[in-house]
């Protein structure tokens, strides 16, 4: 059941430019998008989220853009820094008639951002 | 900055033996939830809770498994009787609300390991 896909297990960009991960997901109720990063031995931190009546969001040197009619979205880095190395999420909460909302994850993008 | 808090790091068990995996939510937050990660795996939703119930639970969650709110700080999960296949990063979280800032706020995990 992979209802929420990174198909890219790594990426390395060069420190300065962007980096770009990507996202897929097939739930038509997911209406509510963000991603995490983790680094190894600590629990995910969030970094930046988007509604589905939105198709970008920007904070800071991170941007995240949803394609509703492709079930895509994107987070774009840029510039890219050597702090930015770390497992990315990508996780997707549906709407639903209940209060509390899980959240469902993809596997997951190791990015490496080389100096 | 507040933060959730999740005690022990690291715990190890004999399996048929009873664990129960501490959180301290952040203060302000109303809903609280369990995820675990097995290694090389996605993390997964257990199990959300709000106005001391459970909201949602997965089909991971079985009888095994309970979760409480013992005081007004403490949010705490126990697994009555280990397996081998209970061993996992078990990462609690917490969000103000579940309308439009549904953003989860982890801890920094307990590792559990069934022996």
């Known amino acids: 059941d992979q209802q929420v896909k990174q198909n890219s297990p790594s990426l390395s960009v060069q420190e300065g430019r962007i980096s770009i991960l990507n996202c897929d997901y097939t739930?038509?109720?997911?209406?509510?998008f963000l991603w995490y990063k983790k680094y190894p031995a600590e629990g995910p931190t969030f970094l930046i989220s988007?509604?589905?009546?939105?198709d970008k969001n920007e904070d800071g040197r991170f941007t995240v853009f949803l394609n509703k009619s492709a079930k895509h979205l994107s987070l774009h880095i840029v510039p890219s820094q050597p702090g930015d190395s770390a497992v990315y999420f990508c996780?997707?909460?549906?709407?639903?008639?209940?209060?509390?909302?899980?959240?469902?994850f993809g596997s997951g993008t190791q990015l490496t951002v080389l100096p | 900055e507040p933060e959730v808090t999740q005690t022990p790091s690291h715990q190890v068990t004999q399996m048929g033996q009873e664990v129960i995996l501490r959180c301290v939510p952040i203060?302000?937050?109303?809903?609280f939830y369990w995820y675990r990660q097995i290694l090389g795996q996605k993390v997964e939703f257990l199990v959300s809770?709000?106005?001391?119930?459970?909201?949602?639970k997965s089909e991971i969650f079985d009888d095994q498994f309970s979760v409480e709110r013992p005081d007004g700080s403490n949010f705490t999960l126990k697994i009555r009787s280990t397996k081998l296949e209970d061993s996992a990063m078990y990462f609690c979280?917490?969000?103000?609300?579940?309308?439009?800032?549904?953003?989860?706020?982890f801890g920094p995990g307990t590792r559990l390991t069934v022996t």
């Open positions: 739930n038509s109720m997911f209406d509510y």
């Open positions: 809770f709000y106005n001391n119930e459970i909201s949602e």
């Open positions: 988007i509604s589905s009546i939105k």
């Open positions: 979280a917490s969000s103000h609300q579940a309308g439009a800032l549904r953003e989860q706020y």
């Open positions: 203060s302000n937050h109303l809903y």
């Open positions: 996780a997707a909460s549906p709407l639903s008639s209940g209060s509390a909302r899980q959240l469902t």
